[in-house]
């Protein structure tokens, strides 16, 4: 900790273990079993605490609250993790918490963005390069893969899916899962549009992008029940890694995807 700049209204426990290079500021709060990689800022009146670990060069915005207690009812003790990767942004009032269930985790991974008010429950798994807009909420149990995008004051419900570079607009109310590379908005959400924009900012290829709107319109708009679309997508269409990865998503859903 000998390295870490402290300031001197911050309370940080003889047992947390501060990475070199860390800037913990006023009236933060960390606690024992916390853990911070180098490099990470906490601005002022950030609070992290339970079995917590931070990788480096997070970025702690004010009132931020990372690896609390769950929120779940059904919790019953035991020691539950929050993990989080490197060189993530949580913005102000942004809360985290932890598992409900004694040695699960709630994950986050690495260069994610999570704008003011946002909220991650109990058991999320978050992949990288995620966005969350202020106040988009995920209840728990959410899965949220790589490069997505969740608008503003959306909410998704438990043990939804959110797919790889899928966008989800803004005050949308989310119950089953939204596909892989889709655009979903409106309450409930509908998966309305391919993710055009997302697609070509993530580089993903013409042909690639050309499949993915063939699929789309066979999937949503051809009005098959999802199996029979599969099917047809899987006999007619190029087998590209974009396409496997919708497929497989889609096959895996518990919940039904967002029509």
Known sequence: MSSAHIHATAVVHSDA????NCHIGPFCVIGEHVTLGPDCKLHSHVVIDGHTTLGAGNELFPFAAIGLKTQDLKWKGGVTRTVIGDHNVFRE????????NDGDATVIGSHNHFLAYTHIAHDCVVGNHVIMSNVGTLAGHVIV???AIIGGLAAVHQFCRIGRMAIIGGCSKVVQD???FMLADGNPAETKALNKVGLERNGVSEEAQATLKKAFKILFRDG???S????????????LPELQHLVAFVKASERGISK
């Open 145 to 147: 893969e790589d490069h």
């Open 178 to 180: 939204v596909p892989p």
């Open 17 to 20: 273990q501060i990475g070199s």
């Open 93 to 100: 009032n942004t809360t985290v918490h932890s598992a409900t």
């Open 224 to 226: 098959l029940t999802v």
């Open 228 to 239: 029979n679309a599969l099917v047809k997508i899987e006999a007619e269409l190029p087998l």
